[in-house]
């Protein structure tokens, strides 16, 4: 499980679908090899430089933030039951 990285007032939050195996065992959000957030992040602007997953927490700086719609590790997504992404709609919805 990935701990949320989230702080108040911030312009956007990415939510991820779950944690990949590599990111779940790391500690780190979007830290797998071929897990192009980090770079996509940076190339579409939203960022001065590309983030390194270990310092994930560093996306605060910006005005952003992360969690993930399940909490649940997978190696993928299509691994999720529907009622665990049921269950995220409440999770998500505005309190």
Do not use: C
Not at 56 to 72: K, P
């Amino acid at each position: 499980m990935l701990t949320d990285i989230i702080n108040t007032n911030l312009e956007v939050i990415f939510v991820g679908i779950n944690p990949g195996l590599k990111s779940a065992e790391d500690g780190h959000h979007f830290s797998g090899r071929s897990n192009r957030f980090w770079k996509v992040l940076y190339l579409s602007g939203f960022t001065s430089h590309q983030i390194e997953a270990e310092n994930d927490t560093t996306i605060l700086d910006f005005g952003y933030g992360l969690t993930t719609a399940v909490a649940r590790a997978t190696s993928r997504a299509d691994e999720l039951s529907k009622e665990e992404f049921d269950h995220s709609l409440e999770f998500l919805k505005p309190k």
